[in-house]
């Protein structure tokens, strides 16, 4: 039977646009779909988990109008970068090389190292609060250009060479460039990670002193300032450990893709996807979960924080307390005006 040229031009066209099959599906586990799926599967949970977390921050900070505070400013970037972090990681499936792929790999250099550097600016904020007794909303600018000024340029450095690829169940950085995953990110994020060990460990070391020295004593103030200390530092002296252990099986699977970079091992991957993208969760739990926030979760304050944001404030007017004669039809209920006040605005007008 003849084919007829219509049916031939759309397979052609079919063809043409058609996106190329078994290579790209799954580059992994010598093509096992299956694992591949479940790779996938296990990262878009986590990052969805982690988003949700991210925004249950944003969303008390907001409520209760935390923002005033500057340490809660801090924690509300960090959420912010966590968040758009958590998007990339929700980022499509596994991509082939290419723009999407560049793009992916680009966003998550550039939101890893803003979460670590957000991290880092909180724990620099309570080294000068508590060691230093130094107000520190000067500051914020500084922090700013920090956290996301230095990760701009570190993002932008492996397109030099175009060192961004498919890394396994996300792009980043390929396997054949292990020098540059340690350099641009493990190193570095190792490094930093002891560092604020040692700052950690110096801060409750002070911190334990300044108690010390206020015991015996009863001050409205000290009790006060004691208080806010401890709250600050209770739940932040453990991030730096609770960061490390979600570290620990991202380095070891890429120190496994260096030393063997044609031996995938899936659990290895399974833990990495699990590990990764949990920033946000972390966050919500150590920073979010205090007990001021615990306390305030319940309907009757969320319903009467959400009525603070959306109602009007009441405007009070002043009205003359002479009684008013009831006879006198028109008297006059309009507010009190000062008349030199009055004369003022007409003259500036």
Same mark, same amino acid.
Request: proline letters at 6%; glycine letters at 4%; aromatic letters at 12%.
């Given at each position: 039977?003849?084919t ?5 031009l759309s ?5 043409a ?5 078994p290579?790209?599906?799954c ?11 479940v790779i996938?599967?296990?990262r ?10 991210c925004?249950?921050m944003i ?5 209760f109008r935390?923002?005033?505070s500057?340490?809660q400013?801090?924690?509300l970037?960090l959420?912010?970068?966590a968040l ?8 499509g499936d ?16 550039f939101?890893?190292?803003s979460?670590?550097?957000w991290?880092?600016c909180?724990?620099?904020n309570?080294? %000068?609060?508590i060691i230093?007794?130094?107000r520190?909303?000067? !500051?914020?600018?500084? $922090?700013? &250009? #920090? =956290?996301w000024?230095?990760?701009l340029i570190?993002a932008?450095?492996?397109f ?14 390929p ?6 995953r340690?350099?641009i990110w493990?190193?570095p994020?190792?490094c930093?990670l ?15 002193r300044?108690?010390?020295r ?10 006060r300032?004691?208080? %806010?200390?401890?709250?600050d ?5 453990? !991030?730096?450990?609770? $960061?490390? &252990? #979600? =570290?620990?099986?991202p380095?070891?699977h ?14 290895l991957?399974?833990?990495h996807a699990l590990t990764?993208p ?13 007990r001021e926030?615990?306390?305030?979760l ?8 959400i009525?603070?944001?959306?109602n009007?404030?009441t405007?009070?007017?002043?009205y ?18 000062d ?11």
């Amino acid at each position: 039977m003849a084919t007829s040229p219509g049916s031939v031009l759309s397979s052609s066209v079919s063809s043409a646009f058609s996106s190329p099959k078994p290579e790209t599906t799954c580059p992994m586990f010598d093509g096992d779909v299956y694992k591949c799926d479940v790779i996938v599967g296990i990262r878009k949970t986590v990052a969805s988990l982690s988003l949700i977390g991210c925004l249950f921050m944003i969303g008390v900070i907001w409520l209760f109008r935390k923002y005033r505070s500057f340490v809660q400013r801090l924690i509300l970037y960090l959420s912010i970068a966590a968040l758009l972090d958590d998007i990339s990681y929700l980022m499509g499936d596994l991509h082939p090389d290419g723009t999407l792929c560049n793009f992916q790999a680009f966003l998550l250099t550039f939101f890893e190292w803003s979460v670590l550097l957000w991290v880092c600016c909180i724990t620099f904020n309570l080294t %000068l609060n508590i060691i230093w007794m130094t107000r520190t909303d000067k !500051y914020e600018i500084f $922090y700013h &250009a #920090l =956290s996301w000024g230095v990760p701009l340029i570190l993002a932008c450095l492996p397109f030099i060479g175009h060192h961004y690829g498919p890394a396994g169940a996300w792009c980043w950085i390929p396997n054949q460039y292990t020098h540059w995953r340690f350099g641009i990110w493990y190193g570095p994020l190792f490094c930093l990670l002891g560092l604020m060990v040692v700052v950690y460990t110096c801060i409750t070391v002070t911190l334990n002193r300044k108690v010390k020295r206020w015991e015996g004593t009863y001050d409205p103030d000290v009790e006060r300032n004691k208080d %806010l200390l401890k709250e600050d530092i209770k739940p932040l002296r453990a !991030y730096p450990f609770i $960061y490390l &252990a #979600l =570290s620990i099986f991202p380095l070891v699977h890429r120190i496994q893709n260096a030393v063997s970079p044609d031996n995938t091992v899936f659990a290895l991957v399974v833990l990495h996807a699990l590990t990764s993208p949990l920033q946000g969760m972390v966050n919500a739990i150590v920073y979010g979960l205090d007990r001021e926030t615990i306390v305030r979760l319940t309907p009757t304050s969320i319903k009467l924080a959400i009525q603070s944001h959306f109602n009007q404030p009441t405007l009070i007017s002043e009205y003359p307390s002479a009684p008013v004669n009831s006879q006198d039809a028109s008297a006059d209920l309009s507010p009190v005006v000062d008349p030199e006040v009055d004369l003022q605005d007409q003259e500036e007008s």
